[in-house]
């Protein structure tokens, strides 16, 4: 298996832009999690779908950011407008509650908004 | 308010010796407390799981312990060696109807010297 795979690895934008961030999950799992990490505040958790419904988005720092799941197999992650402190790694990682929870991350989108 | 705490200080030691990080908690439940170890540029792998009701938990040189009263896992890697340098963090997992929500610490940056 390929693993989670993320796209793009590296995006660098203008404020105000809109960023879209990509993620396949792992086949098979029904779980999906968005996180932001950043030196100051560690690993947040985003938003949280099970079987593509979105469970937990409390995370979602405000408006400005949407998350959707439309099929088991893929998961947007969009900033609409973004701004400096946007800028963080952003991982998508998914897990099987079969597998006792254990979070399979990507190697994480790397955002840069200047 | 919530809190998970790991030292945000770097553990130096040197190979052979054993490393023991430490990750408290306040104000939480969690039904299971993992440990991820983080290199950087990557994201987070999955280590170990251990479950509310157990007390400590093995897997080759690492041995995770967990104290519900004292509200504190204890992170041992033995016989390190300087491959096992990198950041290692907790996540707890709480219940949240019939999912569980994970929340990560901020890690701590073991460096083993040879």
């Known amino acids: 298996d390929a693993g989670v795979i993320q796209s793009p690895r590296h995006e660098v934008t203008e404020m105000g832009q809109e960023v879209t961030l990509r993620c396949k999950p792992i086949?098979?799992?029904?779980?999906l999690f968005w996180y932001r990490q950043t030196m100051m505040r560690g690993l947040e958790l985003l938003i949280y779908?099970?079987?593509?419904?979105?469970?937990?988005d409390s995370g979602m720092p405000e408006d400005r950011f949407s998350a959707k799941m439309p099929n088991a197999s893929f998961s947007t992650l969009k900033i609409q407008p973004s701004e400096p402190r946007d800028s963080a790694v952003y991982f998508c990682?998914?897990?099987?509650?079969?597998?006792?929870?254990?979070?399979?991350f990507g190697p994480g989108t790397r955002l840069t908004v200047l | 308010s919530q809190k998970i705490e790991q030292n945000s200080e770097a553990l130096n030691i040197q190979e052979g010796k054993t490393a023991t990080l430490t990750c408290n908690y306040t104000?939480?439940?969690?039904?299971?407390l993992q440990w991820y170890r983080q290199d950087p540029g990557r994201g987070p792998v999955f280590l170990l799981l251990?479950?509310?009701?157990?007390k400590e938990k093995r897997k080759e040189r690492l041995k995770v312990t967990f104290d519900t009263t004292l509200k504190q896992s204890l992170f041992h890697i033995t016989a390190s060696q300087p491959a096992d340098s990198a950041t290692y963090l907790c996540a707890l997992l709480r219940q949240s109807g019939g999912s569980y929500i994970p929340t990560f610490g901020r890690g701590t940056s073991l460096i083993v010297h040879p």
């Open positions: 251990i479950r509310e009701n157990e």
């Open positions: 086949s098979g799992h029904n779980s």
């Open positions: 104000n939480y439940s969690p039904a299971y």
């Open positions: 990682a998914s897990s099987s509650g079969l597998a006792g929870f254990t979070q399979y």
């Open positions: 779908f099970n079987n593509n419904v979105p469970i937990d």
